[in-house]
């Protein structure tokens, strides 16, 4: 008697040997490819955290992004090798293996574009924090270009004419472009705040006549926080489209201010003006004295123009230190016997 006899056996077209054979690899393959994903991934984390290597980690990320299902799919895809299977049922099997890897490898690589902007993130907020938001944007119309271009290789290896579909698309999103064109100005004018930053979260802008620091950069709005508490929102092309002055720029700060002193003033005391002037500025910190003169004859006047520098953005350090440029100015025009002029008529009476 033929103990083996029954492994020649046929079920759906194949010996029980060869379903044996192919379960044998398919359980083989996952056990090999599920235990090679947790070592791999794992060693490249060590690695990576190890010497500071963002290859590394980015390559760890992405690995530890292997989907089980794909795995499975794997496997099955050898073990399906010992099997005779009818031409339509492994039609159906390439396209879902297709389907499967193509989707797999559009997580890997969002896996990869994810940890990246992860990892340029935690630079930018050690010396650039206000870039995290242009970031978000950016890695929003990445992953939505590559998610795009997925899809159309699936289409196209499933027979489906993608000529013909990206020219149906086209004609289409000119007529989505026409009745949204407001909203696609402010979604392309945010990538251009995010790609030229003419500003950045915490800048202090003044538009027209509002003025504000910015909070969020979105896709669609600017958000400002007004001086007075409120919050402004604006769209981002009428940002673009405005006269933006950035105050979150500003290194210094120039200042100029002017006095006026009585007609009466000896011209003695006139060439005292900005000896006293220039000493009240250079005995500041963080300043640079630039000039002080007699500008002109004024209508109850004569003026004098000063010029001079605060070395620091801080509108609240600029104002202390007018402050006491002015109160140190005051003493001195006092003790000097100088005098302020205001504003004066003189009227000529003429009597018969």
């Known amino acids: 008697m033929d103990y083996f006899a029954w492994l020649d056996h046929q079920i ?22 599920w235990i090679a994903r947790r070592i791999i991934g794992s060693r490249l984390a060590r690695l990576g955290e190890h010497r500071s290597f963002e290859p590394l980690r980015i390559a760890a990320h992405t690995v530890t992004a292997t989907k089980g299902w794909f795995l499975v799919l794997a496997a099955l895809a050898l073990g399906a090798q010992a099997w005779v299977i009818e031409p339509s049922v492994r039609t159906l099997l390439r396209n879902v293996l297709m389907i499967g890897a193509l989707m797999q490898v559009g997580i890997w690589a969002t896996a990869a574009l994810d940890i990246s902007l992860r990892l340029r ?3 930018e907020l050690q010396t650039h924090p206000e870039a995290i938001a242009a970031m ?10 590559l998610w795009t271009i997925v899809i159309l290789v699936i289409l196209d290896n499933l027979g489906v004419q993608i000529t013909a579909l990206v020219a149906g698309l086209g004609i289409g999103g000119v007529a989505v472009a026409l009745a949204t064109q407001n909203i696609l100005g402010d979604l392309f004018a945010s990538l251009s705040i995010v790609l030229d930053k003419p500003f950045v979260v915490g800048d202090f802008l003044s538009i027209g006549d509002y003025v504000g620091s910015v909070e969020k950069v979105g896709l669609k709005t600017t958000r ?7 919050q402004l929102i604006i769209s981002n092309n009428d940002l673009l489209t405005s006269r933006i002055r950035n105050f979150g720029r500003m290194f210094e700060r ?9 007609y009466e003033t000896p011209a003695a005391k006139l060439r005292l003006i900005p000896v006293v002037v220039r000493e009240a500025i250079e005995a500041q910190q963080k300043v640079r004295f630039d000039r002080s003169h007699f500008q002109k004859y004024g209508d109850s006047a004569l003026i004098f123009e000063t010029v001079y520098y605060v070395l620091s953005p801080e509108y609240n350090y600029y104002m202390d230190l007018q402050q006491t440029i002015n109160l140190i100015i005051l003493e001195r025009f006092s003790e000097e016997g100088i005098e302020f002029a205001y504003p004066t008529h003189t009227i000529i009476s003429r009597t018969a």
């Open 12 to 33: 759906f077209g194949n010996p029980v040997l060869a379903w044996g054979l192919g379960v044998a690899v398919f359980a083989v393959s996952l056990s090999v490819f």
């Open 121 to 123: 993130r935690e630079r």
């Open 136 to 145: 978000d944007v950016l890695g929003f119309v990445l992953r939505l270009v």
């Open 224 to 230: 400002l926080r007004s001086l007075s508490g409120e």
């Open 254 to 262: 120039r200042v100029v201010f002017a006095l006026g002193v009585t």
